[in-house]
């Protein structure tokens, strides 16, 4: 599943080639979307990233939303045609923007009005132990269930929840009401330094993920644990 760090890319790549672009259509190629409004003749004022989730802003107030759940991406294409798993087109002036997705779980939508937006912390911008620690008091959920929760923190799934915990020194099935201010930093820590380097990595490429222009990421060679059950521990 495209993770904050691959959902990251993608904004920073979409962001300079569609802000202030005019949407020509919508295609959609899929009966699971079938029923969205065309934004055919809006502007795109810019894309940004809540969590996991990508948003485009456009001119009447309206937002386009879209979750890549399990194997969804995007394609940039500037040649006429369609990649295999495509679901969905949009169209641009001279290019075309392609959602694949072979297991069909990704959605899309259009949103009036923007949902309500709780304070949960995003890693990239902030994540105060303090907070975590006060979120975190008292349960008994183990506490890499407590990073993948996005009631708490947006953005974060298991690949990156293994690599945070590993290098923060602590067990994945510790209860998250147990640690201390310490480990919480230590948590902090270790996942803005993760995912800042797995975004410039343009993320971990397993199976599906491909970023904007088709190329795997490459972070997948800097895990230290994920996936190598068995192995000796690097630590």
Not at 72 to 88: A, D, I, K, N, S
Not at 183 to 210: F, H, M, N, Y
Request: proline share 8%; charged share 25%; aromatic share 6%.
């Amino acid at each position: 599943m495209p993770e904050l760090p691959e959902v990251e890319t993608l904004r920073r790549q979409l962001s300079p080639l569609l802000a202030g672009t005019t949407l020509l259509g919508l295609h959609v190629l899929d009966e699971k979307l079938r029923g969205l409004e065309d934004p055919a003749g809006k502007t795109v004022l810019a894309v940004s990233r809540r969590g996991k989730t990508l948003e485009f802003h456009l001119d009447d107030g309206t937002i386009l939303t879209l979750h890549l759940r399990m194997s969804g991406r995007l394609r940039w294409q500037t040649e006429p045609g369609w990649c295999p798993h495509t679901r969905f087109v949009l169209v641009f002036e001279g290019a075309s923007l392609l959602g694949i997705d072979p297991r069909r779980f990704a959605t899309l939508a259009i949103r009036r009005v923007p949902p309500p937006c709780p304070q949960i912390p995003d890693p990239l911008r902030s994540l105060p132990a303090e907070r975590l620690m006060k979120l975190a008091s008292g349960r008994l959920l183990p506490v890499k269930s407590f990073l993948l929760d996005q009631r708490f923190i947006a953005g974060i799934g298991n690949i990156y929840a293994c690599e945070i915990l590993h290098a923060a020194g602590i067990h994945p099935g510790k209860p998250s009401g147990s640690l201390t201010k310490g480990e919480w930093i230590g948590i902090a820590s270790s996942a803005k330094a993760i995912l800042r380097d797995a975004v410039t990595c343009r993320g971990t490429s397993i199976s599906d993920w491909r970023d904007l222009f088709g190329r795997p990421g490459v972070y997948q060679h800097r895990l230290k644990v994920y996936g190598k059950a068995g192995e000796a521990c690097p630590r």
